[in-house]
Structure formats: C-alpha cells, structure tokens
C-alpha cells in the first residue's frame, strides 16, 4: 500500500481511529485515491462523509420481480438512516434479487450465484462492514454464505413475513393454502370463482411467505446463529417495528466495524448447533439442512445430515406454525412473543455462551423474552411433536440412498412412517404431470410415487418439486396424501409424506436412478431406513446398463453450475467456493 505522504488533516482523521479496510480506497495521497475521492465527490460527497467514517455497503436484494422484497426499496433508507446516525458512510449496493416464485428453473440453482456476488461485492468495492437484506428463501443462504467468505463485519436484516392471507374470513398460508385448495378444484369441492377468490387473498402485503416455510426457517437461523438483531426475523414486513429494526442494524453495524466484530467470530460450532435446535422446535423447512451444511462447511465447521437427525430426536417442535403445526402463521408467531421467546423456551437445547452482532451472548439477549400465547408456542410438555415420534425432520439411510435422504414425519399422516409399496417411477416432471391427470393410472394408496432427474444436476438446481402431485385418480377417491420419494426438493411450505433430497441423485447414477415401476420401496422413520428389493444380480445388471443422461447445459452459468455443485448431503455449495478448497481469495492492492 501506498505509505506516501499525506494532507495534515487526513494525518489528524487517522489518529483518531483504527485503520479501515476502505482508507486504502480514499486515504492515499497517489493518483488512483485521487480518482475515487474526486469520483465519489462526483456523487455528491466530500470528505467529511468518508473520513475516518467505516464504510458501510448496505446489499440490497430488492427487485420490482420480487414481492417479498418489495419495501426493501423504503427499508433501505431506514437502514441508511441509522449508518448515518451512528457516524458510518452508508453505501447502497444492489444484489441480484432471488425471486422464488418467479425464478426459473429454481432460485436454488442461483443461490450460489448470490454468495458469490455477495462475497465479491464486499471484497472488490471500499467496504469496512455491510448489511445483508434478504429474506426471500435463497437470499439468506446465499448474501452469508459471501459474507462467511469475505469475514468482515456483517448484520443480517430479514424482510419478515407478509400479513397472514384472508379469504371469505379464513385465513390462508403461503404454499400450503394453494395446494390445498388446487387439490379442492380437482376434485371439484370448490368453484373457479372460489379458486379466483383465493387467489386474490393468499398474499396480501410486502413481506416472505408467513407460513414456516424456508424464509422463516432461514432467517430465523441466522437469527439463532447470532447474525441479526435479537427479534429481527419474526417482526413482520409492514409492522412499524420493522422500521426501527432496520434503523437499529444500520446503527448496530457501525459499532461492529470498530469493535471488528466478524461472522468468524459468531459462526462457531455451538452457534449452528444453536440455529439448528432452534430450526428442529419451528418444525422447519427441509431445505434448512442444504443451506447449514452449506454455511457451516463456508465457516470451516463439519455440520451434517447426521447433526439434524440427532437434534430432531432431541429437540420437540415447540412452533403451532403451519405446515408442521396446525393452525397459525408467522404474524400470531410474532404476537406470541416469536423467535427470540422460543429461543428462551428451549434454552436447555442452547448454548447460551455464543457470541452474537449485539456483542453480548445469547444468553443475554434472549433472557427477558416471554411466550405470550402457549397454544402458539408450546410448551415443552406439551409439544407438536416429539422427538421420539420422528422430530421437525429425519434422516434416512438404505440401499436407495447410500448417502442419506430426508423427510418431515410430522408433516405427514403417521401411517407412512412404516410403508411399503410398489413403486410407480418418473424419469421426469412432464411425464410425471401427464400420468397423474390419467383417471385410469394403475395406482393405489400404497403405491410409492418415484421422480428422479430433479437433483442438484439433474433439475438442474434441485427444483422444489419433491411434493409430487397426488394422482387425480386418488384424490377423487378421497385420498390427500401417499408416499412420495424424489432426488428434489420441497417447499418449506408443501407437506406431505414426502421424502426428499436422495443422494447421490439418480442424474449422476445413484442407485435411485436403477429403481423400476414395481419395484418394492420400504420406509421405517423409527429405523430411519429405506430400501428397495432389488436382487442383487438384477442391481448390478440394471448398473452396467445404465448410461449417464445427456448434459443440461453446453455453456453459461448453468454449464459452470453442473461442473461444481455438490450433492445436497454437502449442502449443494460449488466445490471451489468451500474453504477447504485451495488458498484464500487475497484483498486486491492496486
Ligand atoms: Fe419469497 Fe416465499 S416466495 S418467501
Ligand atoms: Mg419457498
């Protein structure tokens, strides 16, 4: 770095304060810090915005595509608003905006398109600390996983959950509800102007989807890692308290930057073991295990499918949050006391030592918070849903999948926790979708609904396919729910005997890839087994037959994706992006 001399009063600024990362873009007294102060004077600012002030990149995942996001557009002038208050220099910068429902093929296969910006944002522009706002499913993983990489101070901020959906006075959740409905229409229970009803009710302010779905799942783990505000991710989008929240981070991250408070310093061992007690009592979605691993293996700390299943033998599912619970959503979570009351409820599961972006514990932050409606949130002894049942998700091995699958017990009827069936399989969705709309399919309730070729690579990006749509025929008969078995994965908001994420998937050969129409499939969650009877001369003979599909992708993004992307036992990451996997990125000099 340039050590040339200096201006008397830039010499005067730098006594007053530790060194910052962004000095090296407006402190030198050479041509190229010449050009980045006259430039940002160009945009209005002078010296006193950036002298000895951290600079503060505020990554913005706001979109006019993405409705969940849709007040980060406002929000961000509250964040900046606290930046300025506390004595940072608040920097606005766009991150590209994950919209679930609109992203196609799946946000999943961009997630890590995110961490990369994420990281490389922080790491290429003038930035001493940075707020992270997302909400939206991927965009949680994805802005930590870049700020876990570039390691300088980082608070979360989450959207929250939009207003609880209302239709003819019922209340109506995210995913679950349009299912649930979708399946009414089929079997003509309600009509096309009940349906159009729904549809204008189901979503009704700014904010993620208000079931317990994967935004509330995420964005209460990065709460329970310590990575926001005590509170943040409950609080819903167009609550005034939102406001506030938003304004109190942008103060907060200033105060970090001088105390160099980093994600390394919060993202321990025990911290995910904390996020992941916290996702076992929210009943939480299952894409929580892909994104954790993924997030942990980023910090550096083995976190496996294995961590999960212990925690749901361990942990009740405290949250009455559909679709694990049965009755409300995110908003009556938050009137209920919300994340940080849980957290006091299941302190026993904690460790309360972990450090947090308050500075203070987590013991410390959570003590004083109270449970305000016990039906909402349970307590201990009288759970959803214990452990000894199945737990929030569970982990199953067997000759189908060697390296694990998983399955929410209790979002399903209990009968499927032990089943065996034959298996009806799909080698993809539009096959699959015609099939099932057949009246005549030769299908019973015991049959197992197989499609494969809709994993990381096979999707491509894993989409959220895996609750496989019930066969018009059962549902006519009055059936709602059959055992399902997928390479893919769910909504946080679908339910279902639904078991999800098989590895290796059937695109690169796994063994799920060899199974046929008729085969026998098996489930035991208590055993957490699940097999097919295959002989094994007719496996290896099924093996040496095969041949891998042909490549999704001849260049581009998603080429690079099917190059890189782990299973989803390995948290789908790109191999290159993982620590482990060579020399760190270093701080560009010139
Ligand atoms: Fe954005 Fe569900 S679509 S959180
Ligand atoms: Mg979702």
């Not at 929410?408 to 032990?418: E, L, R």
């Amino acid at each position: 770095e340039d050590a040339g001399a200096r201006t008397p009063d830039l010499e005067a600024g730098a006594a007053k304060r530790r060194k910052l990362r962004s000095e090296r873009w407006f402190g030198p007294a050479d041509l190229r810090s010449f050009g980045h102060r006259s430039r940002a004077m160009q945009m209005g600012y002078d010296s006193q915005d950036w002298e000895g002030k951290p600079v503060i990149a505020i990554l913005n995942t706001w979109s006019d595509i993405n409705p969940c996001h849709m007040h980060f557009r406002q929000r961000v002038e509250d964040v900046k608003r606290g930046v300025l208050e506390a004595g940072g220099f608040p920097l606005e910068l766009p991150a590209i905006s994950l919209s679930e429902n609109f992203m196609k093929p799946t946000t999943m296969l961009y997630r890590n398109m995110l961490a990369m910006e994420a990281e490389e944002l922080l790491r290429s522009y003038p930035v001493d600390g940075a707020v992270l706002m997302g909400g939206c499913d991927k965009t949680t993983p994805g802005l930590l996983l870049g700020a876990t990489s570039m390691d300088i101070p980082a608070i979360y901020v989450p959207a929250g959950p939009m207003l609880s959906g209302n239709w003819q006075g019922k209340t109506l959740g995210s995913g679950a509800d349009s299912w649930k409905y979708w399946d009414e229409l089929r079997a003509g229970k309600i009509t096309q102007a009940d349906w159009q009803g729904v549809e204008a009710g189901i979503a009704r302010s700014a904010g993620t989807c208000m079931t317990m779905g994967t935004a509330s799942t995420m964005t209460a783990i990065a709460e329970a890692i310590g990575l926001s505000l005590p509170g943040a991710s409950s609080i819903p989008a167009v609550d005034s308290n939102h406001i506030r929240m938003a304004k109190s981070s942008g103060r907060r991250i200033v105060d970090m930057v001088r105390e160099d408070l980093k994600p390394s310093r919060i993202q321990t061992h025990a911290a995910f073991l904390n996020a992941i007690a916290v996702a076992m009592a929210m009943g939480c979605s299952t894409n929580a295990i892909i994104h954790v691993i993924a997030m942990a293996r980023r910090a550096g700390i083995p976190i496996g499918l294995d961590d999960f299943d212990r925690a749901s033998r361990e942990v009740p599912v405290i949250a009455n949050v559909r679709p694990t619970g049965t009755t409300y959503l995110m908003e009556d979570f938050y009137y209920a006391g919300g994340i940080a009351a849980l957290m006091n409820r299941i302190s026993s599961f904690l460790d309360l030592t972990c450090l947090t972006v308050t500075g203070r514990s987590v013991g410390e932050n959570i003590k004083d918070a109270q449970v305000w409606n016990n039906d909402v949130i349970r307590p201990l002894d009288r759970p959803m849903f214990t452990g000894q049942a199945g737990g929030a998700l569970t982990v199953l091995r067997g000759n189908l999948a060697p390296d694990g699958c998983v399955m929410k017990p209790a979002c399903c009827d209990p009968k499927f926790h032990k089943h065996s069936g034959p298996a009806l399989v799909f080698d993809d969705y539009p096959s699959m979708k015609k099939a099932i709309e057949d009246e005549t399919l030769d299908v019973t309730p015991d049959h197992v609904l197989v499609l494969r070729n809709a994993g990381p690579l096979g999707g491509p990006g894993m989409p959220e396919w895996g609750m496989l749509p019930m066969p018009k025929r059962l549902i006519k008969e009055g059936h709602r729910d059959m055992l399902r078995l997928s390479d893919a994965r769910m909504s946080g908001t679908s339910y279902g005997a639904c078991v999800l994420h098989v590895a290796p998937e059937g695109y690169v050969g796994g063994p799920l890839a060899l199974l046929k129409t008729g085969d026998i499939v098996s489930i035991d969650v208590e055993a957490r087994s699940i097999s097919m009877e295959v002989p094994e001369e007719e496996f290896a003979r099924r093996r040496a037959a095969w041949t891998s599909p042909p490549p999704r992708y001849g260049r581009g993004y998603g080429w690079m994706a099917a190059h890189h992307m782990r299973q989803a036992n390995e948290g789908c990451d790109f191999d290159f992006l993982q620590t482990d996997f060579g020399a760190p990125v270093p701080e560009p000099v010139i």
